[in-house]
């Protein structure tokens, strides 16, 4: 078993930033064998994929709506992924969840939500205009 824990969510004005963090505990498997995600879910809306980053940490994707404004990253040693969030707007708004998966390969990256068996509860991110 795999439990994740999210902090760092908040209230940021339009433009600003926030960095979330993801920590990772458990017997079953260590980071190292894990690749990771960031989803978000905004009200009425269906969970959707924000960013992956693969067991090695050397490949990463992101949706087309974080592009250029997103970067996920993880430090094994802390069993800890994050996601850097800039240029922050209205519409960036939901719970953010990180998610984790034992990653086939070392540069594996999963998109789906089905993908993935572990999963955060979640952190609120609210972005005013």
């Known amino acids: 078993q795999v439990q994740l824990v999210e902090s760092g969510g908040g209230l940021v004005l339009a433009g600003g930033s926030l960095r979330l963090a993801c920590a990772a505990s458990?017997?079953?498997?260590?980071?190292?064998?894990?690749?990771l995600g960031w989803f978000r879910q905004a009200p009425g809306k269906e969970r959707a994929f924000v960013a992956a980053i693969s067991r090695s940490g050397d490949v990463t994707r992101y949706a087309e709506f974080v592009k250029g404004r997103f970067t996920i990253s993880r430090e094994n040693a802390k069993n800890t992924v994050y996601l850097q969030m800039n240029s922050l707007r209205p519409e960036d708004t939901a719970v953010y969840y990180c998610?984790?998966?034992?990653?086939?390969?070392?540069?594996?990256?999963?998109?789906?939500?089905?993908?993935?068996?572990?999963w955060g509860q979640g952190t609120q991110v609210t972005v005013s205009s």
């Open positions: 998610a984790a998966a034992v990653g086939r390969y070392s540069t594996t990256i999963y998109y789906s939500s089905d993908e993935y068996p572990y």
């Open positions: 458990g017997r079953a498997y260590s980071l190292l064998d894990m690749g």
